[in-house]
């Protein structure tokens, strides 16, 4: 039933216009992963191979969040993962606020409909949006926030990793924590 939401969902998706990335796309990212995850990942904005292929976090950044998934024992297909936008921004560039408007009424029915516990924003502009607007990454990894139901953190993104290697411990520990608050909700 919840697929079945998430495709509809996804085909709603597919055809929107409401701002101006939609000339610019290959593909609408939409999300993947598992309908009825405990834990949602939720990214800024698809990059160049997320747009080829229709799928978040598929290119570098995308191998390396598989290998934090792989050290705390979870995989793809236990989590779902999602951007603010489902459409590239050209260049790779941050999202325009206007746009996360257009497209951030998609990422709520995404959550409404996987309903999960856990919510990690992976780096900054997603949890500017998500937790606040003065978060400040380096300083708030890691932490957790409470909104509504859910329970809220944020990590570096990926793509910050791979030009900042000096960060990846900081990435592990987070990684560690995040699946400590899942075994103890799990219990």
Request: aromatic residues 8%; positive net charge.
């Amino acid at each position: 039933m919840k697929q079945k939401s998430l495709d509809e969902l996804k085909k709603v998706c597919d055809s929107c216009q409401k701002c101006p990335l939609w000339e610019t796309r290959t593909n609408v990212v939409f999300g993947s992963g598992n309908a009825n995850a405990k834990i949602l990942f939720i990214g800024e904005a698809p990059g160049a191979h997320e747009d080829e292929q229709g799928l978040p976090f598929v290119g570098a950044s995308g191998k390396l969040l598989d290998k934090y998934l792989d050290a705390i024992g979870l995989s793809r297909e236990d989590a779902y993962i999602a951007n603010i936008l489902k459409c590239r921004p050209p260049n790779n560039r941050d999202p325009k606020p206007e746009e996360e408007e257009q497209c951030i009424g998609y990422l709520r029915e995404q959550l409404k409909i996987i309903n999960p516990t856990v919510i990690v924003c992976l780096g900054r502009i997603s949890a500017f949006k998500i937790i606040k607007p003065d978060f400040k990454i380096t300083q708030e990894h890691g932490k957790w926030f409470k909104k509504g139901d859910y329970l809220i953190t944020a990590v570096y993104h990926p793509s910050a990793l791979l030009r900042d290697p000096r960060k990846r411990d900081d990435m592990m520990r987070d990684f560690l924590i995040i699946k400590d608050k899942i075994d103890e909700l799990s219990k």
